[in-house]
């Protein structure tokens, strides 16, 4: 019987005054990414939605699903417009960030205020991150709605660029406008199962940062983060695990995107990255004067599998190395050589659309 | 971008004008046990939450979760005294129905009116199915709620009996009153994670139906029902697929409930379900005159992986046939045979607390 | 301790002279494929290797992975040429399909006498099956080898063209002389992790059996066959189950392959098959005379996903029916119409190199 | 196309001349424990069999297992006496060791020479490991063979005692010559898929070394090590990374072993693994003078669940700690209080038959 167990939050309150019922357990999966040189990574999902817009689930639920999954911080972001639920919870736009409150600090989850400000296209859906109170964002006239956000301080982003309208997408004069006031700051180049190479295309045009969110309106079913089958995520690189570093990091565009078995962001976040994601072991035996190959082994230490490739003589040679796993690879080297270097593409590490990252693996003698 | 698909209701009631969307594919994985003779077995969980009581998702996720896991029939039964998110959801008792009646549709799914009456320890709680209207049990004497259930021809039921308070489910006089009026009809033997064997041995007593159902509060995470993980279910042997059925169904305790790894039931029931279950397949070629084993197919065409033991020589004998699976053994005949006859205990049939049903095996020349 | 039950075939032998240990028991997971007009469909892996030759395993290893895996039918082909462990194991070319005999006859399933050709490239390796006596093919040239197994009525193929060497599986004299002789009657399109367009093509120009085989050496760790990992598989249209019903089907053609997520074969066989796996269930209540969309359930009962595709307003949509499931899914209609037909690109059934299958679903009223 | 790569070993030797093919790579997850003051935690199965007795795979399969699943040495330990194969395979009992090391040394796995002695019940079976030759010990006095691989150094176990026979592994005159001679120092505790709870007993008595092992025949189908499902393993607390460590090791008696879902050894050993197997983070905010419950993080760093289980109010509370995951509990405290322990049993870490180990967490303000 989990009455009280169910709500969780409540028995949180209640602790107190009631006799101890059994343990309740949630279990944690982490999400295993490096952090960079003087960054802590932080995995982070700020587009989401509850029943109180069109979501389908409490706002608890979404902090339980962040931190079972190995996420660091999350933004509720539910509409200010779309409110179909109304007749039964009436609007109150700021209560699902103070309902999510106490079960994120129990959960020692980051959580940021946030909503969606949701217009026709165009211009679309745009997320407004960091305020201080969602209800003067609640006004009739669009720009002003951002205008609104950024007095707040606000970060402020495009959502799924794209999407639909028979402009699909298409830059309007009203991006320009905001984009001249430096009213927003991002744009989701992934959202939901999409991916928006013209979205990818203007965050490198235009200097934006590049997020990539779940956009998620019914309960999530994964227990874990992996390749096949994970939440989208941010990985921001924070000065320290707090929601004004994310901030500072977010509009310093400091961020890589993991999006299906992608990673995708500026070559310099991605290069250290695979860099601290990847370890080589030489041979326990170093070859002989005459060997031509040699066994080595690959650590991949992140949650992400990666994908090699490199010209072959009959075909490419394509190589995955699974997420938190040891690879052993037969190697080409020359012979007597002393230190090889392999280079390789790392096919699912995306610095532009269609480019993937170019990586060397360095085997040396120990 | 989801915002319309997460909230496939509205999709459904507005298609009519908006213009279309990519598919929504939703997956259903059915949930395998054979009928009986004279019976569909229909798979019903007939306790759950929303956030209309203490529940933490929309009443639409119920429908979804039912008919992804295999089910044919469910209701929802929030509390009516427990409403601790009255402030955000004002009391409705009957919109939980309502809001679920057109998605119970489109799924074909049976949707059944319920409720859950919540008092203190003892009498504890009780549910109420098959009503026409909520709101006239809202009423502050437990006795008269549950009369008023009666009035609307509903069956009623103990929840969790064994649960919690000092007097840990103890038959009280307030119960002999609902038995000698005939107002509650059946006991759940399980709920959530646990089983109480004195609910089990009440239902024998005193000629109770058995029942197991989820009473789930948060988002129901699993895909498909597996003896490993699977929601609590009751199989009802009704005259046909309606609402109706399952009443009549459930009023002349018809039922089998599949609990973790156990099938727990009256024997009527069970040993005809395991006949159903289990496919014995004997030897290709008999085995000759002097041969003392031959190899036989066991297949297992049910959704819960079945037990059986039996005496050996230096140890028992134990076998488990995965569900939907063909197991291949070795079994001792007497050299000469044309039939063999193999008793087994199915260690994970109950036909009362701690006793398993005892099956024989039947090996016939072809 | 299973000293004598890792050694199953052994315990077979003396099964009745030991006094009886445990049960020792296998299972299996069927591959469903549904029977065509007038055929069954059998499951075939006619390609693989065992210690006798540079296999890893015993040949009964290969009998249990078969049948745990849900095949039909299989034929061990050690190389005739290529001995690597003959210090260890010294050759003896019908051993493993001796050995192999008794363990198929106990799981019932059909065992195909046949051996590979091993020469390099051209005009590289070939396999032949149904053969009586494998020893005459052990001679040193290649086209005596093949005119021997002719000689015997064998079916023989052409394995992994365009597999290795310069000439990366051109088309020969050597080829020329067999295929003029009709000394060999098929090819693999698919070996091991590679497909070989140029051999698709071959065998619609030429009129070869299109074979898929998994030419495995290692043991198959796999339990179950999956769309996400299954073994290379031959679906053979049989008159009836038996080894000379394979054979008179391989002459005839009638095969499908399943290739990773792919079905590949024949329009004539494709065509059908399609239309057993997929069941179109009409929405329960038909729409009313203003309806533009309705719900219906499109149900796999293969084991293989089937994915679908077809031009939307904003995107094209994609739908995945997995293996052995409902899919719940939501299709325009013209309001009123008593019959909708809906025309997809069945995207993983190739008829030819880059051309998928175009298929119609049919709704209509019941 | 595998047939190279089917044998890897042959590749190795070979690779020098063939021009090179695709990668061959395998994959490696660890089985993490973590090491002990003073000791490195090495993982072993020391019992396992190959096509060079009544196995069923060639020696190189057996390497590629343990590295996959995470173990750092082994031993092969086919027959002397039992030999089945012997028609296809002649007797060669150093073989399998030669022709397994090559590809230990690339995997950087310890291989250990050894073998089983195999007579009837009474005296059993016992394994001789760290042997020089294995051939001396093929002799007609079981004795004699027991005492060659003493002169040897050998470290010697009895296998499975309890399995068979009448006399069910009771200790006889022929245990007590052995024992007073100090010709064996270990038992199997653990064989395959059973316990014997008498030899667990004997060792605790005797002071012998615990063991368990698969004493696998098949191949084994395993990728990972999970609770759930892993091979049996030997946690052997050795000075260094080396065969010679191992060996000093379990004259030393440093052993637990995992065994399905239990961790079963000395006291000494299991109470250290357990405090590093379970980190204790205290509350992000120290709970407030008046607050009855604070929610802690359990973080199970090694690669077994870890079930706890204490008294509590209505029913004991069960807990259990998925591997290599944090488990978020909400535990009473008392109010005020700057340090808190609570007492639980760790139901599956077994110091003795039935009996668990008693641990303490303790909760300190930071």
């Known amino acids: 019987m989990n009455t009280r167990t169910g709500n969780w939050l409540a028995v949180l309150l209640v602790a107190a005054i009631v006799t101890a019922p059994a343990l309740a357990a949630e279990v944690r999966y982490e999400a295993h990414f490096p952090d960079l040189p003087g960054y802590v990574t932080l995995k982070c999902d700020l587009h989401m939605h509850t029943v109180f817009?069109?979501?389908?689930?409490?706002?608890?639920?979404?902090?339980a699903e962040m931190w079972r999954q190995g996420f660091d911080a999350?933004?509720?972001?539910?509409?200010?417009e779309y409110q179909p639920h109304k007749k039964e919870v009436p609007t109150q736009h700021n209560r699902p960030y103070e309902l999510a409150k106490g079960a994120a600090e129990a959960h020692n989850l980051l959580l940021i205020r946030g909503t969606e400000i949701t217009r026709?296209?165009?211009p679309g859906h745009f997320n407004a991150l960091f305020l201080g109170d969602v209800a003067p964002l609640d006004t009739?006239?669009?720009?002003?709605?951002?205008?609104?956000?950024?007095?707040q301080g606000a970060f402020v982003f495009w959502n799924h660029q794209g999407w639909k309208g028979p402009e699909k997408g298409r830059w309007q004069d009203v991006h320009t406008t905001l984009f001249e006031n430096k009213w927003f700051?991002?744009?989701?180049?992934?959202?939901?199962?999409?991916?928006y190479p013209e979205a990818h295309r203007l965050c490198m045009e235009k200097n934006f940062t590049m997020l990539c969110n779940s956009d998620?309106?019914?309960?999530?079913?994964?227990?874990?983060?992996?390749?096949e089958d994970h939440r989208n995520m941010n990985l921001v690189f924070a000065k320290d695990r707090t929601p004004e570093a994310i901030k500072e990091a977010l509009f310093a565009r400091?961020?890589?995107v993991w999006f299906k078995d992608q990673l995708i962001g500026r070559k310099?976040?991605?290069e250290p990255l695979f860099q601290r994601c990847v370890e080589v072991v030489p041979p326990r035996v170093w070859p002989g004067k005459t060997q031509r190959n040699a066994w080595i082994e690959l650590r991949n230490v992140c949650q992400a599998d990666i994908q090699l490739e490199r010209p072959g003589e009959w075909r490419p040679e394509k190589l995955v190395l699974p997420a938190r796993s040891t690879t052993l690879v037969r190697v080409p080297i020359t012979p007597g050589a002393k230190r090889v270097e392999l280079k390789y593409t790392a096919k699912n590490f995306l610095i532009a659309p269609d480019t993937p990252l170019e990586v060397t693996l360095v085997i040396a003698k120990p």
């Open 53 to 63: 817009s069109d979501g389908l689930v409490w706002p608890t639920v979404r902090v």
């Open 74 to 80: 999350m933004a509720i972001t539910d509409h200010i």
């Open 268 to 270: 310099e976040y991605l």
């Open 254 to 256: 400091r961020t890589v």
């Open 216 to 227: 998620i309106h019914e309960p999530d079913l994964r227990k874990k983060s992996s390749s």
């Open 185 to 195: 700051q991002g744009m989701e180049i992934c959202n939901d199962d999409d991916y």
């Open 140 to 151: 009739a006239d669009f720009v002003e709605a951002v205008r609104q956000a950024n007095v």
């Open 120 to 122: 026709d296209t165009p």
